[in-house]
């Protein structure tokens, strides 16, 4: 009876508020409906629709540039930044706040103080570029095609360094030091005691770092929707602001639902990807 008092009512919670719209998307996926009329079923029109239109390849597109920054940019940039900072034994609390201070931050805040930082006049980096000489690469980051994703995607990136520093710094702490004091002693530097010992050991957790990336890429929405709402002309649009846009601005819903299962299937092709290729690697370990 004690079980079923607190677990009944989370089951409930979990039901009405995850599976049934998750079931409710997945009808609706396949009609046409504005949201006030009846759903028509038109079967696999809208998922034809989708595959057809090259503003939702484009989010695709924008999603994938989400993930490979994070895999390939972020990620290194924080093990190294772990690395370095398991090294210093002074203010390491002072350092760890300041470097999780941005997570815990809401996305509302973190974009809105960007975009402040990407002002094309009063913002802080053309001001700095300025003031070093360097007026010429001053610029409209949002505005700006040839800008505008990668001052989104570096922001993301702001906003998320920290959780994953303390991330990989529990890990760092979890290496028995009986490891590295042998490596020491045969003369290991400290540079090949990280390359050869420490980056090993944290191949899980750069593994659940990696998985997160690509579900949090996946699902990204308010950083975008923030600073750029997917402009300019759409460039910086992604799955999850093309959706809203098509359900809450142009009411078609039933394609938008359409667009949500979408980005179901697409983040559990990429994980499952992603988790055979892992488990290929550690086969060819052992």
């Given at each position: 009876?004690?079980?079923?008092?607190?677990?009944?009512?989370?089951?409930?919670?979990?039901?009405?508020?995850?599976?049934?719209?998750?079931?409710?998307?997945?009808?609706?996926?396949?009609?046409?409906?504005?949201?006030?009329?009846?759903?028509?079923?038109?079967?696999?029109?809208?998922?034809?629709?989708?595959?057809?239109?090259?503003?939702?390849?484009?989010?695709?597109?924008n999603?994938?540039?989400f993930?490979?920054f994070?895999?390939g940019?972020?990620?290194?940039?924080?093990?190294?930044?772990?690395?370095?900072?398991?090294?210093?034994?002074?203010w390491?609390?002072?350092?760890?706040?300041?470097?999780?201070?941005?997570?815990?931050?809401?996305?509302?805040?973190?974009?809105?103080?960007?975009?402040?930082?990407?002002?094309?006049?009063?913002?802080?980096?053309?001001?700095?570029?300025?003031?070093?000489?360097?007026?010429?690469?001053?610029?409209?980051?949002?505005?700006?095609?040839?800008?505008?994703?990668?001052?989104?995607?570096?922001?993301?990136?702001?906003?998320?360094?920290?959780?994953?520093?303390?991330?990989?710094?529990?890990?760092?702490?979890?290496?028995?030091?009986?490891?590295?004091?042998?490596?020491?002693?045969?003369?290991?530097?400290s540079?090949?005691?990280?390359?050869?010992?420490?980056?090993?050991?944290?191949?899980?957790?750069?593994?659940?770092?990696?998985?997160?990336?690509?579900?949090?890429?996946?699902?990204?929405?308010?950083?975008?929707?923030?600073?750029?709402?997917?402009?300019?002309?759409?460039?910086?649009?992604?799955?999850?602001?093309?959706?809203?846009?098509?359900?809450?601005?142009?009411?078609?819903?039933?394609?938008?639902?359409?667009?949500?299962?979408?980005?179901?299937?697409?983040?559990?092709?990429?994980?499952?990807?992603?988790?055979?290729?892992?488990?290929?690697?550690?086969?060819?370990?052992?």
């Open positions: 009876m004690a079980y079923a008092i607190f677990t009944v009512p989370t089951l409930l919670f979990l039901v009405i508020f995850f599976y049934s719209p998750m079931l409710m998307s997945l009808r609706y996926g396949f009609t046409a409906w504005n949201g006030i009329l009846p759903a028509k079923w038109n079967g696999l029109d809208n998922f034809t629709q989708a595959f057809q239109d090259k503003y939702f390849w484009i989010a695709v597109r999603n994938l540039y993930i490979a994070s895999i940019v972020q990620i290194p940039f924080i093990v190294c930044l772990a690395l370095v900072l398991s090294k210093i034994r002074r390491t609390g002072f350092y760890k706040t300041m470097i999780f201070l941005p997570t815990i931050l809401s996305t509302a805040v973190v974009g809105v103080l960007w975009g402040f930082i990407y002002h094309p006049e009063a913002g802080l980096l053309n001001q700095l570029l300025e003031a070093a000489g360097l007026g010429a690469w001053k610029h409209t980051w949002l505005a700006d095609e040839s800008t505008a994703m990668i001052s989104v995607l570096v922001t993301n990136a702001w906003q998320w360094v920290g959780f994953y520093v303390i991330l990989v710094l529990s890990a760092i702490y979890a290496i028995p030091v009986t490891i590295l004091e042998a490596a020491e002693m045969d003369g290991a530097s540079s090949r005691q990280a390359w050869s010992i420490t980056l090993p050991l944290l191949r899980p957790v750069i593994i659940v770092m990696i998985l997160l990336s690509i579900t949090g890429a996946m699902k990204a929405l308010d950083i975008v929707f923030v600073m750029t709402g997917g402009n300019p002309y759409g460039i910086t649009e992604v799955m999850a602001t093309y959706m809203y846009k098509k359900a809450y601005r142009i009411g078609e819903y039933g394609y938008a639902n359409a667009v949500a299962l979408l980005i179901l299937l697409f983040t559990g092709v990429l994980t499952s990807v992603f988790g055979w290729l892992t488990a290929k690697q550690e086969e060819a370990r052992f």
